[in-house]
């Protein structure tokens, strides 16, 4: 096992695990760092954070941001900031979830494509080419809408537009790898198709793959909101940010209703992706070399 | 394109000449056929999608005194293919399609052709606004940051294109109304031109085309207002990507030898930006501006319904939400053959810039 650590390492230029350090002391890694965690503990302890019921209608209606709710509230007389804080318990686990579920699709599928060919790659690859030839929105809003408009309906359409772009990269890296010599000997002393592509491959593959799932969980988020603000995801009373803004929309005027969910998606949706454009970075040798010369 | 490609179609194996005449020809004919087989995929997921859907068109169409006769519900069926075996119904479906005929709406009861050639020109003026401001802007803020590399610049440029990939573009549409619009008065309210106004006389659908062509400046300054406000919130997803993806494509080129000893020779140093650095550079750039239209046709249903902009978006929406099948087939295809034929012509392009794909 050792000796094939070395072998990975050699193959992506560097190890990977050498390079982080510096990474995460570019100010861009630290400041999305920062914030995704901050988020994450918003989700963990909304709850304890919040300073209403997300749900309760007792407050005065369409109040503008003050003190005891700073925020403001909604047209029901809700806690815009409880609900903000209680709806990143409903969009960030979803989108990760999401994010992982088109991760081992995508990846599993680019594999197979990549490692058999023939007739497994020209299948898989052809699908993927359809997704890829709808715009993702509306094909995601056409399969949300034939399944019934749900939050994990809305879920399931992101993922059928999700998992190509993973099954491309992966398939792409493993022909890379395939005819190499440390694989083609793995499979000379007997390892089984299974055994060589999870030993042998696979590790060669993750680190690209990885920077592209940080830069997807934006890109989640913002089309599993856009579902929901087009009223094919959260249903009315959830938290759910793409719904808030949504219905901030009918109460034009209070502007606040729709303001801070918006900003809320949009915080998030930076942070991952500076972590992943810095991850990106570390991870291309050329920029790697700038980043270490600038660290020491 | 038919006397060019007529060589590698004629069943025989072309001779030495005609292949050295034609790379470009062949690989246009390749491009094309697996664009049509493309576009065949996507009848076939548009046809396949719309049968999962679980709300049945027959209680959709008949009112409620038909629905109770058996009689009436077997001749709806049958006069609208359904009785048939979903292969079958898949081949009628094709044999209309290549009549131009997508069905009736079963919400306007018009066909959904009319319905789309209505809809889909406001799309289209507001896509190609934003794909024109987001190569301008993106090409030259990329361009920009990477010869201004890890300096201030650069990194500014790199913040606000993080910033605006990451943006709602359905939240940034409705601050944008709220601020410009409601607050400010600056810009127009939603809509393709002011309310009052007529339309230009129907030529391509662009309105704002139209009127130049019919000479209405009046309705032309309008259509280019109202234009302004949703083709930039559209934009600022594809300007933050083209930025991206600019810079790094420069960055590359500029550490390539040929530019050094461009340098060394003494060349002006905008003939070496322009033409040693820029245009090869724009080979991958051309490729993301392709993928970046999809994101655009994407983004415009969210922009679309926040400006109530009549365009494909919203009667996709709509369609999708009322179930209306023909409709969401219909927008299926045209969206899907859309993009296909951007990508058409994105590779098309890539062989014209860049000679190496010509003869591989």
Redesign the interface.
Known sequence: MKRRAGLRGSLTGGSLTARLPEAWRQPLAVAGGVVAVAWIVVALAAPLLAPHDPLAQDLPRLAPPGSGHWFGTDQLGRDVLSRVMYGARVSIPLTLLLVVLSVLIGGLLGAVAGYFGKWADETIMRLADLVFAFPTVILAMVVAAALGASLTNAVLAVLVVAWPAYARVTRGLVLGVRGREFVVSGRLLGFSAWRSLRVDVLPNVTGPVLVLATLDIGTALLLLSGLSFLGLGAKPPSPEWGAMVASGVEVFDSWWVATFPGLAILTVVLAFNFLGDTLRDALDPRTARAIKERAL | MSPTSAPSKTGKAPSRASRKRSPLARFLVRRVVTALL?AL??TL?TFV??N???GDPVSANLGQRALGDPAIVAQWRADHGLDKPLPQQYLLYLGGLVHGDLGESQQSHRPVSEDLADFVPATLELAGAAILVSLVLGVAFGVFAALRR?RLPDHVL??LS??G????????A??AF?IFF?RLQVTPGSGRIDPGMTAPPHVTGLYTIDSALAGQWDVFSSAIGHLIAPALVLALYTIGLLTRFTRSAVLEVLGQDYVRAARAKGLPGRVILFRYVVRPALVPIITVAGLAF??L???T??VE??FAWPGV?QY??KS??T?DLPA?MG??LV??GV??IINLVVDVLYGVIDPRVRVS
């Open positions: 493309l995929g996507i997921v999608l719309t999962l859907v679980p890890d790199r913040v993080l910033v990939i990451s943006v709602p573009t359905f939240w940034l409705l601050v709220y409601y999809g994101s046709l994407s983004g249903v969210l319904a926040v978006g996709a929406y999708a939400t179930l969401v927008v299926g969206v899907g993009y296909l």
